[in-house]
Each structure stands twice: as C-alpha cells, then as structure tokens.
T-cell receptor, first 112, second 115 residues
Framework: GENVEQHPSTLSVQEGDSAVIKCTYS??????FPWYKQELGKGPQLIID?????GEKKDQRIAVTLNKTAKHFSLHITETQPEDSAVYFCAASWGGTYKYIFGTGTRLKVLA | SAVISQKPSRDICQRGTSLTIQCQVDSQVTMMFWYRQQPGQSLTLIAT?????????ESGFVIDKFPISRPNLTFSTLTVSNMSPEDSSIYLC????????????FGPGTRLTVL
C-alpha cells in the first residue's frame, strides 16, 4: 500500500527566513497531494495542494513542488512569520478514492 | 470549503464506558471520514462513513469498537465503545466531495481522555 515519509520532524527557522518540508510517496498511482497546517487544539487546515499534472503551485508565501519521477513533493514557506508556527502534514491520494495517507508531520517553529 | 462542527469538543471518560461523537456539516457532502490522532502523532483513518449503508473500516479498526452512523448527507456519529486509556486521542471528522473535488476539510476535533 501507499506510504508517505515526511522530513524533518521538527524545524526551527528565524522569522523572515524560508522553510522547506519534504515528503516522499511510494505509490506511483498517487495523483493528489495536499498540505495541512494544524495549530494547537485545532483540526488540520488545508493550505495548498497540487495535482500530478502540475509541477509547481504558489499561493502568496507558500508554494508546493512535485517531482513525479522521484516521487517526492515539497512545501516551501517564504518570509516566515511567528503565526506560521504549527504542525504541517503532507498527504497523498490516488484515483477518485478521496482517501488520504498522511505523512508523520513536521513541527515548525518560527523564532521572532 | 465547508463549516464542520463536532460535539463534544472534549471529554474525560471512565474506562469501560462509551462516548458518541457527533459531526455536523453545513452543506451536503458526498464523503465523510473519521480519523484518530494520538498525542503528537499523525492522522490515521478509522473508517469512511457511508450514507445509508454500513461504514467501511480500515485495517485494525472494527465496527464493534467504533460503530458509525450516517443517517443523511450532513451528519455522522462515531461511538468509541468499551473505552480503555489507549483510546485517549483526538478524533476528527472530515468531509470531501464538495463540488466534485477530492479536497478534505476537517472539523475541530474531539479530545478524548480515558481514565
């Protein structure tokens, strides 16, 4: 079955610097890759996603890149702010199942 | 997206008892899911709640322990039965199929502590 690995598990950056989180998936049939942000005491919030027919997608300070050949995708956050501090999860989905396999999560700390 | 609410937001329960968690969505959705998130861990899918039929459970989860109802397209319940301290987790519902897309949107979660 599908497996998603996520690195690093924790990441500390200075405010204003960039942060990059990487995920690798195993099933080449996966075709949809969302990223979620989870703040303490809240449910995961969808922040950006990418489909397998696209190599990169941007939304203001966040971007996601996908390398289908290598089966990995990455979240990029530029000009980080303290409010970016949270746990970030990647996920992979395939076909029209709607089912996700989640990565293990990255705890991002942005230091003021 | 959709507005999703869960009740209760948190509870503390005694071992051997059961708790029913409710998930309400403000619009009709095709798919509803239930997840478990153990402290400091990732999300694990428990089951897909199917409207009008029995839920579809993932490996390691059984109906006797986690009975699920979905009476209509906006509401679902998850019961955690015969609880033990190992059931202490956050339980999350999510929805998908809005406008035909496969994005999932999550509720705020129910934080369960079993003593």
């Amino acid at each position: 079955g599908e497996n998603v690995e996520q690195h690093p598990s924790t990441l500390s950056v200075q405010e204003g610097d960039s942060a990059v989180i990487k995920c690798t998936y195993s099933d080449s049939a996966s075709n949809y890759f969302p990223w979620y942000k989870q703040e303490l005491g809240k449910g995961p919030q969808l922040i950006i996603d990418i489909r397998s027919n696209v190599g990169e997608k941007k939304d203001q300070r966040i971007a996601v890149t996908l390398n289908k050949t290598a089966k990995h995708f990455s979240l990029h956050i530029t000009e980080t702010q303290p409010e970016d501090s949270a746990v970030y999860f990647c996920a992979a989905s395939w076909g029209g199942t709607y089912k996700y396999i989640f990565g293990t999560g990255t705890r991002l700390k942005v230091l003021a | 997206s959709a507005v999703i609410s869960q009740k209760p937001s948190r509870d503390i329960c005694q071992r051997g008892t059961s708790l029913t968690i409710q998930c309400q969505v403000d619009s009709q959705v095709t798919m509803m899911f239930w997840y478990r998130q153990q402290p400091g861990q990732s999300l694990t899918l428990i089951a897909t709640a199917n409207q009008g039929s029995e839920a579809t459970y993932e490996s390691g989860f059984v109906i006797d322990k986690f009975p699920i109802s979905r009476p209509n397209l906006t509401f679902s319940t998850l019961t955690v039965s015969n609880m033990s301290p190992e059931d202490s987790s956050i339980y999350l519902c999510s929805v998908a199929g809005l406008a035909g897309y496969n994005e999932q949107f999550f509720g705020p979660g129910t934080r369960l502590t079993v003593l």
